[in-house]
């Protein structure tokens, strides 16, 4: 296996995400920022931040493919959603939960980040994913 997740004892718990990840391969992957738009370009889930989320992780996942990656050889994820606030993390999970057993999304997930920002590159853009991963 070339990722390990783990969340060792005296770490907060729960927690949707793993606090640690050990990737054993030579080939890292990293994928740029990916949001819930279309192959066209065209927005998916505007006002729906659900909907946004589970189009950006297709996204992320058309681009690990890209590199002969899957969600299980991910050693991190940064999740960035604009106005941020905490009675948004429902819809948010919601938006994972959509699409994990589709992709193969760990859970919980591998360490993440989820960092509030004003804005992202165009106004119906809500969340913009990286991912970073290691293959053998």
């Known amino acids: 296996m070339t990722v390990q997740l783990l969340s060792p004892d005296g770490m907060a718990k729960p927690v949707p995400y793993h606090h640690v990840s050990i990737g054993t391969g030579t080939r890292q992957v990293h994928v740029a920022g990916q949001v819930g738009r279309d192959a066209d370009g065209k927005p998916v889930g505007v006002d729906d931040l659900p909907g946004q989320v589970a189009q950006a992780l297709r996204n992320t996942a058309l681009g690990l493919a890209g590199a002969g990656a899957t969600f299980a050889d991910v050693v991190r994820l940064r999740f960035y959603v604009t106005n941020w606030t905490l009675d948004k993390m429902d819809d948010f999970l919601a938006g994972v939960g959509r699409v994990?057993?589709?992709?193969?999304?760990?859970?919980?997930?591998?360490?993440?980040?989820?960092?509030?920002?004003?804005?992202?590159?165009?106004?119906?853009?809500?969340?913009e994913i990286e991912a970073d991963a290691v293959l053998d």
Request: cysteine-free; aromatic content about 4%.
């Open 100 to 127: 994990a057993d589709e992709l193969g999304i760990p859970q919980p997930l591998p360490p993440s980040s989820l960092i509030g920002v004003d804005v992202l590159y165009a106004p119906d853009v809500a969340v």
